[in-house]
């Protein structure tokens, strides 16, 4: 599962990198959340929180539907 979910951030990456951003796969927990770290202009960024919530938590359900949910750490 951890592949999968890293595999499908190196597809949303592009899109982080070309506002100046970026994201790195932290870690999958038991309880199936996700956690990533934002960086460069995503890790300061006011929009970051919706970013997170409204893009990558949703692809990543939509893929895979038993992750509970994203997090920046």
Avoid at 27 to 50: D, F, S
Wanted: charged share 30%; with cysteine.
């Amino acid at each position: 599962m951890e592949e999968k979910i890293k595999e499908a951030l190196e597809n949303i990456r592009p899109f982080l990198q070309r506002d100046g951003g970026d994201i790195e796969f932290v870690e999958l927990t038991p309880e199936n959340v996700v956690k990533v770290k934002l960086q460069g202009h995503c890790a300061g960024c006011p929009g970051a929180t919706m970013t997170l919530k409204a893009v990558v938590e949703r692809l990543l359900k939509e893929s895979y539907p038993e992750i509970a949910g994203v997090e920046n750490v």
